[in-house]
């Protein structure tokens, strides 16, 4: 069973940066599709960004500028650079990596968040 663990959350001032990490127990970051997403108090789950197996980035209208999107496939290892912190970037963050298997069955895993708190 892959698992995935997100790291690098924190209390963070407006303004400042964080990298997360989303480490994965097996080697599912190649060739597949990873994101990340958020969730604040009171509100929905949302994208924040994801990464093609190809290498095609996509990023909420929200975060685009101030985040990138990345992986290492050798580190089994997904990352979220956020930069220029906003207050409204307060959430647990969620790393999600979807594998479609040689069958066509597609397996979505999930870690289990890491909280970003920005203080205004």
């Known amino acids: 069973q892959v698992q995935l663990v997100e790291s690098g959350g924190g209390l963070v001032q407006a303004g400042g940066s964080l990298r997360l990490s989303c480490a994965a127990s097996?080697?599912?970051?190649?060739?597949?599709?990873m994101g990340w997403y958020r969730q604040a108090p009171g509100k929905q789950r949302e994208l924040v960004a994801t990464?093609?197996?190809?290498?095609?980035?996509n990023y909420a209208d929200s975060v685009k500028g101030r985040a990138t999107i990345s992986r290492n496939n050798g580190k089994n290892t997904g990352y979220l650079q956020m930069n220029a912190l906003k207050p409204e970037d307060t959430a647990v963050y969620y790393c999600?990596?979807?594998?479609?298997?040689?069958?066509?069955?597609?397996?979505?895993?999930w870690g289990q968040g890491t909280q970003v708190t920005v203080s205004s």
């Open positions: 999600n990596v979807v594998v479609i298997s040689t069958t066509g069955v597609m397996r979505s895993y």
């Open positions: 097996g080697s599912i970051f190649s060739g597949n599709a």
């Open positions: 990464l093609t197996s190809s290498g095609s980035t």
